[in-house]
C-alpha cells in the first residue's frame, strides 16, 4: 500500500513539475494571443535575453531589456507602469522572472509569452533580425 501511495505521489510530481507557475496578476498567454494582444494600444514588448540572442532573431518592435544585466530594474523601472508591458525570452523562464519582477516594480498589465520565442517560431510566427 505504502508502495502505490508513493508511486502515485511520484506521478502527480511528474506531471506538475513542468507547469510554469504563474504570478498573481500576470497573464500567461500562448503565441496566438500573444500576437493578437501585439495590437493593443500603448503594448510595450520587452525581450528580456541577451543581447546576442536578440541580435538572432525577435519580435517586431520588442526592446531588449536582458534580465541577466546589473540595469535590468532601473531599465524596466523607466518603462510606462500604467501601459500593457508583454514579455517574452527563449523558452519562458527569463521571462516568468522578468514578469515576477514588472509586477513587484508596480506594473498593472504584464503577459508572459509561454514557451517563449521558442513556441513563437515553431507556430510559423514572424522575426526579425
Not at 519580435?59 to 508591458?85: H, R, S
Not at 527563449?90 to 520565442?117: M, N, P, Q
Request: hydrophobic letters at 40%; one cysteine or more; proline letters at 2%.
Amino acid at each position: 500500500m505504502k508502495f502505490r501511495i508513493a508511486i502515485i505521489g511520484l506521478a502527480f510530481l511528474a506531471t506538475t513539475a513542468c507547469i510554469k507557475s504563474q504570478t498573481e496578476g500576470v497573464t500567461l498567454s500562448n503565441t496566438v494571443t500573444f500576437e493578437q494582444k501585439l495590437n493593443d494600444d500603448g503594448v510595450q514588448l520587452i525581450d528580456v535575453r541577451t543581447a546576442e540572442e536578440f541580435n538572432s532573431g525577435h519580435l517586431a518592435n520588442a526592446k531588449n531589456i536582458d534580465i541577466k544585466l546589473d540595469d535590468f530594474e532601473q531599465k524596466i523601472a523607466a518603462l510606462d507602469k500604467t501601459k500593457p508591458v508583454m514579455v517574452y525570452c527563449k523558452s519562458g523562464g527569463r521571462s516568468g522572472r522578468a514578469a515576477t519582477k514588472l509586477k513587484e516594480l508596480g506594473f498593472t498589465t504584464i503577459v508572459d509569452l509561454d514557451g517563449g520565442i521558442t513556441d513563437w517560431k515553431a507556430e510559423g510566427k514572424p522575426v526579425e533580425n
